[in-house]
Each structure stands twice: as C-alpha cells, then as structure tokens.
C-alpha cells in the first residue's frame, strides 16, 4: 500500500521553461516533505524540503508548494535547465522513517 | 569526507548463495537505513537502526538480516538468495531522526540474483 505516490512517471520540458512535478500521500501522521534527485548509477541526493507546517519553501530555482486538504505537494524548477534531466523522488518522514514515491524522470530539451 | 560508501558496486548470485553488503559512513550518523529500489516502486525500507548496537524492520524485511556492531558500519545480508531479491540496494545515513530528515545516500549495489 503506497502512501506515497507520483502519478506521472515522466515530464518533458523545454530549457528555460517551467517544471512541475506532483506528489500524493494518503497519511497523515506525515510532518516532513522532501525531494530528492536522483541521476544514472548514483545514490539518490537531497533536494528541498518542506514541513507540514508551512506551504511554500523556497530555495534558489526550487520551489515546493504543500496543500494539506488535499495531502498534495509539488516541485516547481523554474527555468528548467539541462543539468535538471534526473529523475526526482518525493518522500515523506513520519517517525525518522521515509516513504518515498516511484519518481518521475524530468527530460530537459535544449 | 567520502560520505556514504557501499561495498561491492556490483554481485551476480545463484538462487540459494549468501552474501553480505557493506556500508560505511564517516559523518558520524546515528541512524542508518537500507533500502532497495525496485523499477516503478520507488525506495522500499527493508531494515534501520538508530544507532550502534540496535536494528529494526523496515517496510520490506523478509529474507534480509542486518547488524550494526560499529556505528560509521551497517551490513545488510541475504542468507539464501532468491530471483525476487534482484534489485539495487541503497544505504543511507542521517544524523537525527527527530523533525526534518535529510539521509545521504550511498552510490547503490546492484545485486542479480539468477
């Protein structure tokens, strides 16, 4: 039973535009949120996090964005850029364990 | 600092061989985790430890043990391996496991079981 999903296995993007990547979770008890990158032949690496007290976290081109009602989160890479082309997992933390979704591979097209 | 590191890369095993991975971490973490990624699953947790000395299951347990003697070393074994446990095993380090939890991954095994 996945409490974490990622309903969009992959993105396409043009270079300099905007990326929207989206999470779902179905718990909760849930009080961290974070993403995490992850290139070929490498261990995934972190990326923004956000708690579940806040709604919008920033940080340079990432920004993430939680909507408790409706256990929703979201990434935005705002311009996209080559070096973005990875695929990005959200997790989130309950009891200094994480649950993480399948990720969604980004493209980003020159 | 070399961080996360995971030993061997790569392992091919027969069904019904035993072998153990290692992970080391020298940011002197106290909780460690392993995980495996599986195509479309993302991170599944098959065992932690909050610290040197202690274990616990994770999400995915079965078929795997663990040990935590030294605490910058956690080694997660397979006593007889099976085809279902082909996959890419993550081992990750965090210093706290109170509030925000960032864990710092190591490069990954992948591990074929035929």
């Known amino acids: 039973d996945q409490q974490v999903k990622q309903n969009s296995p992959s993105l396409s993007v043009q270079e300099g535009r905007i990326s929207i990547l989206n999470c779902d979770y179905t718990n909760s008890m849930f009080d961290y949120f974070l993403w995490y990158k992850k290139y070929p032949a490498e261990g995934p690496t972190f990326l923004i996090s956000?708690?579940?007290?806040?709604d919008k976290n920033e940080d340079g081109r990432f920004t993430v964005f939680l909507n408790k009602s409706a256990k929703h989160l979201s990434l935005h890479i705002v311009p996209s850029q080559p070096g973005d082309s990875a695929v990005y997992f959200c997790?989130?933390?309950?009891?200094?364990?994480?649950?993480f979704g399948a990720g969604t591979t980004v493209t980003v097209r020159a | 600092n070399a961080g996360v590191t995971q030993t061997p890369k790569f392992r091919v095993l027969k069904t019904g061989q035993s072998m153990t991975l290692l992970c080391a971490q020298d940011?002197?973490?106290?909780?460690m985790y392993w995980y495996r990624q599986d195509p479309g699953m993302g991170l599944r947790l098959i065992h932690y430890?909050?610290?040197?000395?202690?274990?616990a299951k994770g999400e995915v347990p079965d078929g795997y043990n663990v040990s935590r003697l030294k605490k910058q070393n956690f080694l997660l074994g397979l006593e007889s391996a099976a085809p279902s446990q082909t996959s890419v095993y993550f081992c990750?380090?965090?210093?706290?496991?109170?509030?925000?939890?960032?864990?710092?991954f190591g490069p990954g095994t992948r591990l074929t079981v035929l």
């Open positions: 990750a380090s965090s210093r706290t496991g109170v509030g925000y939890n960032e864990q710092f």
């Open positions: 430890s909050v610290g040197e000395g202690t274990t």
């Open positions: 940011m002197n973490h106290e909780y």
């Open positions: 997790a989130a933390s309950h009891d200094y364990k994480l649950s």
């Open positions: 956000i708690s579940s007290i806040k």
